[in-house]
């Protein structure tokens, strides 16, 4: 049985390709990003991420899924294992889910959430067995199948129209604050964090201890994921060159811009993430 203990992940990588496993969960000193989406199901317990600049429990048995684009860490859990799944992205937006609006969510920072069945917990357990066996083509493309027919339910059964989610905000304290100011400005080339202190009504100091302990990085280091994040959604979901892409997300130059996109995802360049991603 294959296991993948999130703290001992990068903090950065380009993607996780398509993989299934079950492991037991363990709170992640930092927060991490990868281009992939991400399946989680909770056994025996609970799951708390500090995720798109909110704390959000996902209960046990509760089937989760979200893009890993956007900045998220582990920070608590009483789960004994879970369920996981990475799905590359480009493979995701080729399937069209819900005319793209389905995409349109995950790439909002929405955590989507709901009751697993009896079905999709079956699923999931063969998924990860099936993956933990020597790489058998035939069953991962079977696998992939699945998958798409999965998230094509959950997004029919989660439209934005209907009842809340099961997955529950946690307390909006000062981190929360200070990272749902970061989410509403940072693709302004002038943020900066004495800005972001003084809209949260915090010393700048106060404000980045405060953030680094909940949220296990710092103040710019979430800017700056949160820029790469919304690059990468619009190097695969438009045309636009690379200057522009820059500047609508935040960067005050493309040489800027182009040093952050590779140190976050492993020395790949804007260009070369398209064509392999595109």
């Known amino acids: 049985m294959p296991t993948r203990p ?4 990068p903090a950065e990588h380009a993607h996780l390709a398509f993989k299934a496993w079950r492991s037991a969960p363990s709170v992640m000193p930092r927060a991490h990003t ?16 500090f995720f798109a600049g909110r704390f959000t429990r996902v209960p046990e048995g509760h089937f989760a899924v979200f893009w890993a684009g956007v900045p998220h860490r582990l920070t608590a859990q009483t789960a004994t294992e879970y369920l996981c799944l ?7 937006l080729a399937w069209r889910i819900a005319g793209g609006a389905f995409a349109g969510r995950l790439f909002a920072g929405e955590l989507v959430s709901r009751p697993a069945d009896g079905v999709e917990l079956a699923q999931f357990t063969r998924w990860a067995d099936d993956f933990s066996e020597p790489k058998q083509p035939a069953r991962e493309r079977i696998a992939l199948l ?26 909006g304290g000062q981190a929360e604050r200070i990272a749902a100011r970061i989410g509403e400005t940072f693709r302004d080339p002038e943020l900066s964090v004495d800005a972001v202190a003084d809209a949260v009504s915090l010393h700048p100091k106060y404000a980045l201890a405060v ?17 790469v994040s919304h690059a990468q959604r619009l190097l695969l979901t438009t045309d636009w060159n690379m200057e522009r892409i820059a500047h ?6 493309s040489g800027r811009f182009f ?20």
């Not at 999965?150 to 209907?162: F, G, I, N, S």
């Open 6 to 9: 999130a703290d001992k992940l």
């Open 34 to 49: 990868h281009t992939d989406l991400e399946f989680n199901i909770p056994l025996g317990g609970d799951l708390e991420y």
């Open 86 to 92: 990475t799905l590359p992205l480009a493979w995701f």
């Open 146 to 171: 699945e998958v798409e027919a999965c998230l094509r339910r959950v997004a029919l059964e989660t439209t934005t129209d209907a009842a809340p989610t099961p997955a529950q905000k946690i307390t």
């Open 211 to 227: 953030f680094r302990v909940a949220c296990g990085m710092t103040v710019w280091d979430y800017v700056t994921r949160l820029r």
């Open 248 to 253: 609508e997300s935040g960067f005050a130059s």
């Open 259 to 278: 040093v952050a996109f590779r140190k976050q995802t492993g020395g790949i360049t804007p260009r070369s993430y398209r064509v392999q991603s595109g």
